[in-house]
């Protein structure tokens, strides 16, 4: 029996490849912003905070193509850590606003060396020209309304909505 390899070609499964490539890169990036304490999905966060200010949950969700469960989840260590907060949204009672505190806002510039660093050093061995049309067809792809065959859009948990509803 041979061993399997990443010379196996691309293999003909989309998601597949785009999950392997996924995990291949966080490991990367996260060994890369090891020394900050802080994983990618984390500094994601706080850069975004960092640039964006004060944003609701949903929204944070929705830029990070995330449902809003997984980004509470993510939100927790970073709570209870003091670099963000996390208040009853000013517009909308029932929403939940997220805010870099100064802790993290300082955490977040911290870090941002270690982050430029894994930037360059993936771009060098992939090519500065092949990373910008990678994000420009990962961006595209996050933006797409697949449907099921079925008519179903599946999420989080196996809810299930109509896709024409």
Known sequence: MRSPSNNDGP???????????????????????AETDLRTTQYSILNLLAGR????MTTLAELLT?????????LRPLERDGLVTIQVGREDRREREV???????????ES???????????????????????????????GMGLVAADGKIR??????????A
């Not at 805010?99 to 510039?109: I, K, M, P, T």
């Open 53 to 56: 200010g004060p944003t609701t």
């Open 112 to 142: 941002k060396p270690y982050w430029l660093k894994a930037q360059a050093q993936f771009e060098k061995e992939f090519g500065v020209e092949d990373a910008r049309a990678m994000r420009r067809i990962m961006a595209r792809i996050a």
């Open 99 to 109: 805010a870099l505190s100064d802790l993290g806002r300082q955490r977040e510039a």
């Open 11 to 33: 293999g003909r499964c989309n998601n597949t490849a785009v999950r392997k490539a996924a995990r291949h890169l966080t490991r990367f990036y996260d060994a890369c912003m």
């Open 66 to 74: 995330m449902d809003r469960a997984t980004m509470g989840h993510n």
């Open 155 to 164: 999420e989080t948990g196996d809810r299930r909505r109509n896709a024409n």
